[in-house]
């Protein structure tokens, strides 16, 4: 069967290399097969709060969405930030909906089997 991988290994270790190999045999795919199969089960893996790397990817995304809103309006003067029509409801909305994501993402956490 073809491997799918450079016979060389290039900055792999030979030890690493043939237990990637022997796996790929045992489970009767190629290594190029195996390699995604395992990168695809890394990916929706669960660290010890329950999260996936796309719910991290997610927080990080949100993180950064107010941050640079945060931004936006301090750099925006008191007269200007006045002038925005409903902003502080506007704000104080956001505020809510995300906190109210928190708590169910908290309870949904506390509820898995750990």
């Known amino acids: 069967m073809k491997s799918?991988?450079?016979r060389t290994g290039k900055g792999i270790d030979e030890?690493?290399?043939a237990a990637v190999r022997e796996a790929a045999e045992?489970?009767?795919l190629s290594v190029s097969e195996w390699l995604?199969?395992?990168a695809a089960e890394n990916a929706i893996r669960r660290d010890e709060h329950g999260m996936?790397?796309?719910d991290h990817d997610a927080d990080r995304a949100l993180a950064?969405?107010?941050e640079?809103?945060?931004e936006r309006l301090r750099a925006m003067d008191e007269k200007s930030r006045s002038a925005?029509?409903?902003?502080?409801?506007?704000?104080?909305?956001m505020e809510q909906l995300v906190n109210k994501q928190l708590d169910a993402l908290k309870q949904q956490q506390t509820q898995k089997p750990g």
């Open 36 to 38: 995604s199969g395992v």
């Open 68 to 70: 640079s809103l945060t």
């Open 64 to 66: 950064e969405s107010v």
């Open 52 to 54: 996936t790397r796309a």
């Open 4 to 6: 799918g991988f450079p």
């Open 15 to 17: 030890e690493t290399l």
């Open 26 to 28: 045992k489970a009767g």
């Open 84 to 93: 925005v029509s409903g902003l502080k409801s506007r704000l104080d909305a």
